[in-house]
């Protein structure tokens, strides 16, 4: 009896046995340290992807107010140049007199 209990133990009854503490062994490890390390690591990556959006929204409101103020600036430039085109064109007109009553 004993003969046959030793042979059952170290032979396939004895490697499943192992086999199944093994599995369960690797089982234990997983769902106490694995996954929630997984977890805690997505949740990481999620908050760093959200602060990541938030920022590239934050910039491009910040290049929109940019764009609109650069518009701003460019009708106020057109303005002043066509300030200066009527006075060159008016400064020509009496270049052009003054020519005219000299000769």
């Known amino acids: 009896m004993t003969d046959a209990l030793i042979q059952q133990l170290s032979g396939p009854g004895g490697g499943f046995v192992l086999c199944l503490s093994i599995f369960y062994g690797m089982?234990?490890?997983m769902t106490k340290h694995f996954i929630p390390l997984a977890a805690r690591h997505l949740?990481?990556?999620?908050?760093?992807?959200?602060?990541?959006?938030?920022?590239?929204?934050?910039?491009?409101?910040?290049?929109?107010?940019?764009?609109?103020?650069?518009?701003?600036?460019?009708?106020n430039i057109d303005g002043?140049?066509?300030?200066?085109?009527?006075?060159?064109?008016?400064i020509r007109e009496s270049i052009k007199r003054c020519n005219e009553e000299t000769q």
């Open 27 to 29: 089982y234990l490890i």
């Open 43 to 75: 949740d990481e990556s999620d908050e760093r992807f959200r602060e990541m959006m938030d920022n590239h929204i934050k910039d491009r409101d910040a290049y929109k107010v940019g764009l609109r103020k650069l518009g701003s600036r460019h009708d």
């Open 80 to 90: 002043k140049l066509e300030n200066i085109h009527v006075d060159v064109k008016g």
